[in-house]
């Protein structure tokens, strides 16, 4: 079975009404589900605890705005710039990315459960103690990402670019990273075992890990 199969899609009716609202202010424990919310802009806002249940985001943009605590549950972002968002210790069930910019954005302590992120730009983005289960980066940037201390179970990384991610204190037992892009990883050497890696990366971490390999 391969490692996207495990990975359970946003459940979403097969029509949802638009339900965009071009100056929408966010507000705390708002309820906001089943739509379509579309080519707008909620920039520079800040709302605790909002949930959001059976939407799909497309060309929306969220930068800079705050969403602590938030809940977001079967959930698709299409096209989306999250650049700066913050969702520290949001839940997140079941929420596919899609083309999405989300530099630095910060879903710090958030709990992450069938989570896909798909030919995102997430530079700088942060998972600092983030409980994730089942997340996939698939054809990501995550260069300089921090994952610090994150508790992670069956965590797929394909073709993604990971250099200079911090992973120090994550269990990397059989997290591959065969197929991705990085010169050197934040990580201590307990953290890598286990860790599926390629011929040319043991070469990468030998040198990070001042290691002397004779020919």
């Not at 610090?148 to 250099?163: E, G, L, P, T």
């Amino acid at each position: 079975m391969s490692s996207k199969t495990l990975i359970e899609a946003p459940k979403l009716p097969k029509t949802l009404a638009d339900i965009t609202q071009p100056a929408y202010q966010l507000q705390p424990e708002d309820e906001i589900g089943a739509g379509i919310i579309s080519d707008c802009a909620l920039d520079n806002q800040r709302a605790d605890n909002v949930s959001f249940h059976k939407i799909v985001f497309r060309n929306v943009t969220f930068a800079d705005t705050t969403l602590t605590d938030a809940e977001l549950i079967d959930v698709r972002f299409e096209r989306c710039d999250l650049s700066n968002a913050v969702l520290q210790d949001a839940i997140i069930h079941r929420a596919a990315f899609y083309d999405c910019k989300m530099l630095g954005i910060d879903f710090t302590g958030a709990t992450l459960r069938n989570v896909g992120f798909y030919d995102c730009i997430a530079d700088y983005a942060t998972f600092r103690f983030a409980n994730a289960k089942q997340t996939m980066f698939r054809e990501c940037s995550l260069y300089r990402a921090d994952f610090y201390n994150a508790a992670v179970q069956k965590m797929y990384f394909s073709r993604s670019r990971i250099d200079r991610a911090q992973l120090t204190g994550v269990k990397l037992e059989g997290v591959d990273l065969s197929d991705c892009e990085f010169d050197a990883l934040g990580a201590a050497l307990a953290d890598l075992q286990g860790c599926v890696i390629s011929r040319e990366q043991a070469f990468v971490f030998a040198k990070q890990f001042g290691l002397v390999i004779k020919e």
